[in-house]
């Protein structure tokens, strides 16, 4: 927690959202609140994803994971839990 205006500030949230792959358009998911920078875990059928324009994914616009191509297979799912304010 920090210190706003002499108070202490809320403690972030979390939000963790499931998508199916075959649902997912253009390789790229939106989620409903801005990731906070380093806060979250993106899991495809089980593996953790690394963030990274030569890895997996990368975050665009704050809400929306970008899949790098070759990530994403023809099923599965995809779950995203990420802290936000």
């Known amino acids: 927690m920090g210190i706003v205006g002499g108070l202490p500030s809320p403690p972030p949230k979390w939000d963790a959202q499931p998508f199916d792959v075959s649902t997912i358009t253009n390789e790229s998911v ?3 609140h801005n990731i906070w920078e380093n806060s979250e875990f ?3 059928n089980g593996l ?3 963030n990274g324009v030569t890895y997996d994914y990368t975050i665009i616009n704050d809400n929306e994971i970008k899949f790098n191509s070759g990530v994403l297979t023809n099923d599965g799912h995809v779950l995203i839990k990420y802290t936000y304010q």
């Open 30 to 32: 939106t989620v409903s």
């Open 42 to 44: 993106v899991i495809l």
């Open 48 to 50: 953790v994803l690394t």
